[in-house]
Nanobody, 123 residues
Framework: QVQLVESGGGLVQAGGSLTLSCAASGSIFSIYSMGWYRQAPGKQRELVAVLTSDGSTNYVDSVKGRFTISRDLAKHTVALQMNSLKPEDTAVYYC?????????????????WGEGTLVTVSS
């Protein structure tokens, strides 16, 4: 069993910064990619940023230059540094892990989601 737990959400004024963190725990052998999705009220969930174990990153255009994703492969953690926040960044942010290999029992290619953390940016 693998769990993802996010932290770091909250209320911030426009132009401010927040850092989201996510830790994966359980019977983990390795994780290929970890990242963040977000879902704003009335909108579909969208990919915000992802970082693979070989160092590849991908960001949604709206956050490029403002958000930075980082990982600790050994600790199975991922962080999202969010700067110059805008009201349109307001959403529930979900951590996810993809391409997970577990130890006992041995599973390959699993995906997991956190429960989400709310980020609210006031204007």
């Amino acid at each position: 069993q693998v769990q993802l737990v996010e932290s770091g959400g909250g209320l911030v004024q426009a132009g401010g910064s927040l850092t989201l963190s996510c830790a994966a725990s359980g019977s983990i052998f390795s994780i290929y990619s970890m990242g963040w999705y977000r879902q704003a009220p009335g909108k579909q969930r969208e990919l915000v940023a992802v970082l693979t174990s070989d160092g590849s990153t991908n960001y949604v255009d709206s956050v490029k230059g403002r958000f930075t994703i980082s990982r600790d492969l050994a600790k199975h953690t991922v962080a999202l540094q969010m700067n110059s926040l805008k009201p349109e960044d307001t959403a529930v942010y979900y951590c996810y892990a993809e391409g997970v290999i577990t130890t006992v029992p041995r599973y390959y290619g699993m995906s997991y989601w956190g429960e989400g953390t709310l980020v609210t940016v006031s204007s």
